[in-house]
Antibody
Framework: QVQLVESGGGAVQPGTSLRLSCAAS????????MHWVRQAPGKGLEWVAL????????YYADSVKGRFTISRDNSRNTLFLQMNSLRVDDTAVYYC???????????WGQGTLVTVSS | QSALTQPASVSGSPGQSITISCTGT?????????VSWYQQHPGKAPKLMIY???NRPSGVPDRFSGSKSGNTASLTISGLQAEDEADYYC???????????FGGGTKLTVL
C-alpha cells in the first residue's frame, strides 16, 4: 500500500535552513506529482509546494516562494523540501502528499514537525 | 484566514446526520468539480473521504456523501458514529496562484 514517511524536522532558529525528506513506497513514485502541505499548531492545512512527476515543473505558495525549494530523486523514491530563511510563522507539521492525476491529493504521510523559534 | 470557509464546529448525536459546508469563490469551488474532503483525527495524517465533489474512495463508508451548489460544497455524514469524531477539511483546486486551497477545518463532535 502507499506509504509516505517524512523526516528531517526539528527545532531551529529564525533565518536558518532545514531540509525535509519524504520516502515513498507502495507505488510508482516517478509516475506521480508530489506536494508539501503544512499545518501550524492548532491551525488548518496550507498548501506549500508541488512538483511534477518528472521534476520538470514546480509551483509554490506565495508565502514560501523564493525561500523554499521542492525537488525529488526518482531513483531513490524520495521527495525533498529545502527551507531557507526560516521564519517563526513557518512553524508547522509538514506533510508530503501524493498528487493523483492532475488535481487530487490522495495519500498523506504522518508529517514532521518544524519549530522555528529564537 | 483560509481561502475556503467552513464552520468551526458542528455536533450531532449517534445515528443522526450532519452537514459541513465549504464556501469558496468563482476561482475555486464554483469553477471546478475538484473539491475533496479529508478527515483528520488528532495527531494523525489527513485521510481522503470524498473526491471530485461526490466520489468516495474504496473503503470509505457510504454514510459519507458530498455535493456542491454554486460556490458551496457540502459534506454530509449520516448515521453518525463515535469514530466519526474528528476534524474535517475541504480542499479545492483554484485558478489563483495558490493552486490548491483548504478550508479552515470543522471539528465534528459526536455527543
Amino acid at each position: 500500500q502507499v506509504q509516505l514517511v517524512e523526516s528531517g524536522g526539528g527545532a531551529v532558529q529564525p533565518g536558518t535552513s532545514l531540509r525535509l525528506s519524504c520516502a515513498a513506497s507502495g507505488f510508482t513514485f516517478s509516475g506521480n506529482g508530489m506536494h508539501w502541505v503544512r499545518q501550524a499548531p492548532g491551525k488548518g492545512l496550507e498548501w506549500v509546494a508541488l512538483i511534477w512527476y518528472d521534476g520538470s515543473k514546480k509551483y509554490y505558495a506565495d508565502s514560501v516562494k523564493g525561500r523554499f525549494t521542492i525537488s525529488r530523486d526518482n531513483s531513490r523514491n524520495t521527495l525533498f523540501l529545502q527551507m531557507n530563511s526560516l521564519r517563526v510563522d513557518d512553524t508547522a507539521v509538514y506533510y508530503c502528499a501524493r498528487l493523483y492525476g492532475v488535481y487530487l491529493i490522495d495519500y498523506w504521510g504522518q508529517g514532521t514537525l518544524v519549530t522555528v523559534s529564537s | 484566514q483560509s481561502a475556503l470557509t467552513q464552520p468551526a464546529s458542528v455536533s450531532g448525536s449517534p445515528g443522526q446526520s450532519i452537514t459541513i459546508s465549504c464556501t469558496g469563490t468563482s476561482s475555486d469551488v464554483d469553477d471546478y468539480n475538484y473539491v475533496s474532503w479529508y478527515q483528520q483525527h488528532p495527531g494523525k495524517a489527513p485521510k481522503l473521504m470524498i473526491y471530485e465533489v461526490s466520489n468516495r474512495p474504496s473503503g470509505v463508508p457510504d454514510r459519507f456523501s458530498g455535493s456542491k451548489s454554486g460556490n458551496t460544497a457540502s459534506l454530509t455524514i449520516s448515521g453518525l458514529q463515535a469514530e466519526d469524531e474528528a476534524d474535517y477539511y475541504c480542499n479545492s483546486y483554484t485558478s489563483s496562484s495558490t493552486l490548491w486551497v483548504f478550508g479552515g477545518g470543522t471539528k465534528l463532535t459526536v455527543l
